[in-house]
Structures are given as structure tokens and as C-alpha cells.
T-cell receptor, first 111, second 110 residues
Framework: DAGVTQSPTHLIKTRGQQVTLRCSPI?????VSWYQQVLGQGPQFIFQ???????GRGNFPDRFSARQFPNYSSELNVNALLLGDSALYLCASSLQGIGYTFGSGTRLTVV | EDQVTQSPEALRLQEGESSSLNCSYT??????LFWYRQDPGKGPEFLFTLYSAGEEKEKERLKATLTKKESFLHITAPKPEDSATYLCAVTQGGSEKLVFGKGTKLTVNP
């Protein structure tokens, strides 16, 4: 059974560009959350979606947006990239809050 | 503000030298406390969920315990392959948002 899959695994972007990260949850999981992890820190919550509706949003600027599709996959979009957006972006899926399984992440580098 | 604090930040052990990692939390209405293991450049790997004070869970050389204000991850006779960063996180109330600590980086030398 496939776990949480994220794409791409690595990405290099220039300041000011836009990026889209993708996540496919574990089959049967309807909840998807996004986290940002900078080096040496714990993951920080960005968004949570359940049944295609936003259920929570962390303390991130409006440059960050996300959506969930009918098949429960999700995209995270970041506009007007800053150097400080360089991080590991993690997606987690859960079955109604019972256990959170993370993907391997997308390493975003902004130059 | 809800807070999760892990200590120590880093821990070096010799193979076979048992120790404990600490996670203290200040949240109202704890829903669950989670322990994850994270290898460099990888996503966190789920270890345990604890829901109420007094609860304990074990997996191989790891044992997690929970009190009203903190959790401990006990590592018995660790091996070099146990080297990783161990993350603690909590959820509260009706939220599924995980609030993480900064982690403890464990190194086990052979």
C-alpha cells in the first residue's frame, strides 16, 4: 500500500517566482495537511484540508495557498518566493485525526 | 500560546547506554501527544500516540510515557541505527493541527 507521495522531491526556484507542490494521501485518507520545516526546527503547520474544505491555517502570509481535489490529493502554492521560503515542505494525511502519516517532503531552495 | 519544548537539543550515547528524551507541553485540552522519528532529509516517521496521563506504549527499544505536563521517550540499550532526530508534537481540542517541538538529535556511537 502506497504511503503519502509528494512531488517533486527537490526544486530550485528564483526569488519572485511561483511554485506548486503536490501531495497524494494514503488511500482512504480524506484529510491532508501541509507543514514547513526549516533546518534545525520542527515542522510548522501551514494548512489543513478535509473533504476539500480548508479546516485550518497557520501563521503564514497570503502568498501561501492550497487546495484539495475530489480525489483528496492536494497542492500547495507559494507566490513571490523569498529566500526565507527555502525549506522542506511536508504533507501529512490522516484518517479523521487518528494518526498522521508524512510524506518524504519536497526540498525547496530559493536562490 | 501553546508550546512544546524538547530537551536536550542533542544527545550522544554509546551503544547500549540507555537514556530518556523529554517533551514538555503547555496546551489546554490535550487531544493527543505524538512522537516521530526523522532521518536527515526525510519526512517524520510515526512512532507513538499517547492520549491520557499514565498511558505508556512500547516498540522495540523505545517506550513512551505521558503525564499531565510532559512525555518521556525512553531508549533502552540503543543501537547506532537509532540515531535520528526525535520530534514530539501535540494536538488540542477539535483541531488536527500538530504543534511540534524543535526535536532532539540523538547520536548513538558504536
Amino acid at each position: 500500500d502506497a504511503g503519502v507521495t509528494q512531488s517533486p522531491t527537490h526544486l530550485i526556484k528564483t526569488r519572485g517566482q511561483q511554485v506548486t507542490l503536490r501531495c497524494s494521501p494514503i488511500s482512504g485518507h480524506k484529510s491532508v495537511s501541509w507543514y514547513q520545516q526549516v533546518l534545525g526546527q520542527g515542522p510548522q503547520f501551514i494548512f489543513q484540508y478535509y473533504e476539500k474544505e480548508e479546516r485550518g491555517r497557520g501563521n503564514f502570509p497570503d502568498r501561501f495557498s492550497a487546495r484539495q481535489f475530489p480525489n483528496y490529493s492536494s497542492e500547495l502554492n507559494v507566490n513571490a518566493l523569498l529566500l526565507g521560503d527555502s525549506a522542506l515542505y511536508l504533507c501529512a494525511s490522516s484518517l479523521q485525526g487518528i494518526g498522521y502519516t508524512f510524506g518524504s517532503g519536497t526540498r525547496l531552495t530559493v536562490v | 500560546e501553546d508550546q512544546v519544548t524538547q530537551s536536550p537539543e542533542a544527545l550522544r550515547l554509546q551503544e547500549g547506554e540507555s537514556s530518556s528524551l523529554n517533551c514538555s507541553y503547555t496546551v489546554s485540552g490535550l487531544r493527543g501527544l505524538f512522537w516521530y522519528r526523522q532521518d536527515p532529509g526525510k519526512g517524520p516517521e510515526f512512532l507513538f500516540t499517547l492520549y491520557s496521563a499514565g498511558e505508556e506504549k512500547e516498540k522495540e527499544r523505545l517506550k513512551a510515557t505521558l503525564t499531565k505536563k510532559e512525555s518521556f521517550l525512553h531508549i533502552t540499550a540503543p543501537k547506532p541505527e537509532d540515531s535520528a532526530t526525535y520530534l514530539c508534537a501535540v494536538t488540542q481540542g477539535g483541531s488536527e493541527k500538530l504543534v511540534f517541538g524543535k526535536g532532539t538529535k540523538l547520536t548513538v556511537n558504536p
